[in-house]
């Protein structure tokens, strides 16, 4: 089918837009041309006359009925669209707040657990608030060598408030100082900039205090890194505290940089001559350490020394290397801050020893050229120093570790002699005159008076025996005592204690543990006052020319403290030795009470005993 000219032409037209927004209603817009249609084609085409605006309430509050039924009628028979109207009426809030974005400045902190250096890093953070649609999004600012993912932090959505389902973010709660819980984050509100702080001003009513802006928290590494990053990127004016590299010196000056004028006027006057010495350093202090031969070279130019290994050096067994130290200006205390705590060649002499990093290096030598330079500025040199120097060895001194407690002292002591060792050889008793001896005690804990009672009431049994010195120890079992008896240790030679130790009254330390020897069996007593020598407390013979000095003095108590019966019990023998002056302790009075007792069962002994037994003039000793 043929279109006419002026339907292709009213085709080819652009068509404006068909919808307006009148007091905040979206309504369609009269098309053109079609005031030309009669009535009569309104069946097939829709016509929309002009919208009416006029008010037809007077109360701005009435929203209810606004249509007459005479007015309606007629917008029917016209084809007009009226519209609810209203004073207060407005935009929608996606067209009133069109672009209208807020912007606010916040932070949130992160703890740091792998770094020394920092204990929290803090992010910064820009919140944008979208007023059309209540949106947010959330941007951290970039940082440069921070190495961690920096970025869009929040895309554009809602972000519904802790414990709620349905209570988003507002404007309200993005106040400066407020703190927002987004995603198991804590964003604090610092700042805001100046369009987004007269808006909340005007339109939310917000007083100055909510838009004054908080300083951010320092972030010292940060900071730390910021000016080591200053000091990187070649900021003129600073002090770096850093070697210049020489590849990068090379390169500034094919790039235009000029040379110090000092430094070229050196190169000028002493080109390339450099002082050669010879120097050595001895390590043989440490393990495996030798004499090390090297040489010094000191170049005139720049003030740098420079240290390689000798040439006659390359098969002494260590590891070989083209440098000790590169060309650089050598600090006399391992730290330089300027030129004057570094070596010069005025420092430099025979016999000199310098400091190289931590290695004492003695000079011994130098060349013809170092001698004349010398010479030349008025220096006197003395002789060259022999290279070879006496070989001496470190002397080692195995040292014993001390004995710890495990086993006994004679294998503890062979472990030392080598990795693997037999055990030591257990010695021969079959000829030794005391095998089969054992002295038997009856002892008791030493314990504080603060201690537990319980402890108090333990009873052991000591055995020493005296063919190779060792000692057991056998708890008897006490029955609702809380404790288990059985042995309490095993026989093993204690190092502190001899037989010489064990009389009754005595305390020994075992492993620990104090020990009070409150007695003896009857076979112990014997062997101890046959053994004067080993047992001098159990020397009766000493014992009775002690008490025939104080004849006199014993008549005289025995008069002044007679009662009647002329009985003399054991702690009468102590009370009377206490009275007359005799310091005895427990094991030299159980010998006298031995003695006086002799056969005799009674718990007593007559007095006149004590005073016959200390009147003898000749004691003969004899085993009963």
């Known amino acids: 089918m043929w279109r006419s000219s002026y339907q292709l032409e009213n085709d080819a037209r652009s068509k404006s837009q068909s919808l307006n927004f009148i007091n905040g209603y979206m309504m369609a817009k009269h098309p053109p041309g079609d005031d030309m249609m009669s009535k009569s084609d309104s069946h097939c085409r829709y016509v929309t006359a002009p919208i009416s605006t006029e008010k037809e309430v007077d109360d701005p509050t009435d929203v209810s009925g606004r249509y007459s039924i005479t007015r309606k009628k007629a917008d029917r028979d016209n084809n007009n669209l009226a519209l609810p109207f209203c004073p207060e009426s407005k935009l929608p809030s996606f067209i009133e707040h069109d672009r209208r974005v807020l912007l606010f400045n916040a932070y949130y902190e992160e703890d740091v657990h792998q770094s020394l250096e920092e204990e929290k890093i803090l992010h910064a953070c820009e919140i944008y608030f979208y007023v059309e649609d209540g949106t947010m999004e959330i941007i951290q600012t ?135 010495f010879h120097v050595t350093w001895d390590d043989r202090s440490r393990l495996y350490g030798n004499i090390q031969y090297f040489r010094l070279i000191y170049h005139l130019a720049d003030d740098t020394i420079e240290i390689a290994r000798a040439s006659n050096t390359t098969r002494d067994g260590t590891v070989t290397f083209p440098k000790l130290l590169k060309r650089s200006k050598l600090p006399k205390s391992g730290q330089a801050f300027d030129d ?85 050889l257990k010695k021969d008793m079959s000829s030794n005159k005391k095998s089969g001896i054992v002295l038997r005690f009856n002892a008791s804990l030493v314990v504080d008076d603060d201690a537990d009672d319980s402890s108090s009431m333990r009873k052991f049994a000591i055995n020493f025996f005296l063919e190779d010195d060792t000692i057991t120890i056998h708890e008897p079992p006490i029955k609702n005592s809380g404790y ?7 026989r093993q030679p204690i190092n502190h204690i001899s037989a010489s130790d064990m009389y009754v009254g005595n305390v020994v330390e075992v492993v620990g543990h104090q020990f009070l020897l409150r007695d003896a069996n009857e076979s112990t007593f014997k062997l101890m006052e046959c053994d004067e020598k080993t047992f001098p407390y159990s020397d009766t013979a000493r014992l009775q020319r002690i008490l025939s000095s104080k004849q006199d003095m014993i008549r005289a108590y025995f008069v002044s403290h007679y009662d009647g019966n002329g009985m003399l019990d054991l702690e009468g023998l102590r009370q009377l030795c206490s009275a007359i002056g005799i310091v005895i302790n427990h094991a030299e009075l159980i010998t006298i009470w031995r003695r006086l007792k002799r056969n005799n069962t009674s718990d007593s002994v007559p007095f006149n005993k004590l005073i016959k037994f200390s009147a003898e003039e000749t004691f003969i000793k004899s085993l009963p």
Not at 217 to 227: K, L, Q, S, T, V
Not at 341 to 363: E, H, P, T
């Open 142 to 276: 970039k940082t440069e060598n921070s190495g961690i993912v920096q970025g869009k932090f929040l895309r554009r959505s809602k972000v519904v408030k802790p414990g709620t389902s349905s209570c988003h973010y507002g404007i309200d709660d993005l106040k400066i100082g407020n703190t927002l819980d987004i995603y198991c984050r804590s964003f604090r509100v610092v700042n805001c900039n100046e369009s987004t702080r007269r808006y909340v001003l005007e339109h939310h009513g917000w007083c100055m205090h909510d838009v004054q802006p908080i300083p951010l928290p320092r972030d010292h590494f940060a900071e730390m890194n910021r000016a080591k990053m200053i000091r990187e990127s070649g900021v003129p004016g600073l002090d770096r505290k850093r070697k210049m590299n020489d590849l990068k010196v090379v390169m500034e000056s094919q790039l235009g940089k000029q040379s110090s004028m000092t430094d070229r006027g050196m190169f000028l006057e002493h080109g390339t001559d450099a002082l050669c």
């Open 340 to 424: 004057s705590d570094c070596y010069s060649w005025k420092d430099l002499a025979i016999g000199q020893i310098i400091n190289v990093f931590g290695r004492m290096m003695l000079i011994v030598k130098c060349d013809r050229f170092t001698r004349d330079h010398y010479e030349s500025n008025g220096i006197h040199l003395r002789e060259d120093m022999p290279l070879e120097v006496e070989d001496k060895k470190a002397e080692i001194k195995r040292v014993v570790p001390p004995y710890n407690g495990f086993g006994s002292e004679e294998d503890s002591l062979r472990s030392c002699t080598g990795s693997i060792n037999p055990p030591p």
């Open 484 to 490: 288990v008896g059985g042995q309490f240790l095993r």
